[in-house]
């Protein structure tokens, strides 16, 4: 049997945990102003959500994302992003959400992840950021690489503002290699539709790749379809530009700066 002293400190430790989460619960369900480190301003705007790799907000105009290498140190800290390196016997949490087979629940959730950073002093500056994510049912390790455009497309309604799109790679003990194309705004044309996306490596030619959806039906979420030839050309390339359509609002370009990408 533990001492006194072990089940003080035990239930201190409870209490303080349940203190912190009511916290965070409660602060999800206040109106707040964010901006980006691109200079991107959501105002008056609620978090509904806040997953692994960024927080969902409820807008005047819909549901946008932004990703937390798009936040300032400041607002990455307030939602436990990246607070502290685990150590090195200390698996990092999973992901809070599978993508392809989850749909997001309503009730707002307080991720316990922390990304693992990418560290390679030998390489040249890149904008790809990546993290690992432990399977808990130990089937192995999930690894992430994304990168934001570097450029914004503009939607009219219900979806206006700038918006950035976000190239993400996935290998996954549980679903294998996934290519992800995602936008923080705006609903992309069925994959019944249109069928593929136009993509162009550096100045080469172009490349159609068939799309498919999300089995949880998320609209701003495509997965790229023959993904091993995209990372092989995508591993040779500095730029890449990808044309999708959109619901309503007809093709857009999104630019990345893709050197650099060690997959």
Known sequence: MGSKSGRIRRVKHSQTALAILAWLSASLALADDFKTIHGKEYKNVTVTRVEPDGIVLKTKSGIAKIYFIELPKDAQERFGYNVQKPSADQNAAPEQRQEQQETPSATPVV?????????????????????????????????????????TVRFGFPYEGETHATVKLRKSPKYGQDVMLRVERGQFVSSYTSKSVTVRFDDGELWNFDVGEPADGTTGLLFIRDNEEFISQLRKARSLKIEADFYGQGPRVFEFDVHGLDW
């Open 111 to 151: 991720s316990s992840a922390i990304a693992v950073p990418h560290d390679d002093s030998s390489a040249a500056p890149t904008k790809w950021t990546y993290s690992e994510h432990a399977d808990e049912m130990g089937r192995g390790t999930t690894k992430l690489a994304q990168i934001v455009s570097s450029n």
